[in-house]
């Protein structure tokens, strides 16, 4: 699968961002979606990851409230609302996939496939 993130830009603290994922290539219900994240000088981090069907959801601590991870099998598009935006999300932003587990993975190395990242710049 082929997957191609976008949305990402500069905002102040306490906007807001939509970030999508393109998936081309394989049948897109086949897999759970994620989204992580890498901050200059720290390792990746998980951030948000949906089951196949939407049903279940997974957030890191840091994100819980503020981001919303949804799905639409329809258009092959995995999204992330992220609202309240803190300083501290800044982060180049990658979408993944996971299409060998029947959990909802929260790790990054469970994650098969990769998109290029988008960047995500708060200002304070």
């Known amino acids: 699968v082929q997957l191609q993130a976008s949305g990402g830009g500069l905002v102040q603290a306490g906007g807001s961002l939509r970030l999508s994922c393109a998936a081309s290539?394989?049948?897109?219900?086949?897999?759970?979606m994620g989204w992580l994240r890498q901050a200059p000088g720290k390792a990746r981090e998980f951030v948000a990851a949906?089951?196949?069907?939407?049903?279940?959801?997974r957030y890191a601590d840091s994100v819980k409230g503020r981001f919303t991870i949804s799905r639409d099998n329809a258009k092959n598009t995995v999204y992330l609302q992220m609202n309240n935006l803190k300083p501290e999300d800044t982060a180049v932003y990658y979408c993944?996939?996971?299409?060998?587990?029947?959990?909802?993975?929260?790790?990054?190395?469970?994650?098969?496939?990769w998109g290029q990242g988008t960047q995500v710049t708060v200002s304070s």
């Open positions: 949906i089951s196949r069907s939407g049903g279940s959801t």
């Open positions: 290539g394989r049948t897109f219900s086949n897999y759970v």
């Open positions: 993944a996939a996971d299409d060998v587990r029947s959990w909802v993975p929260t790790v990054p190395a469970d994650f098969g496939y």
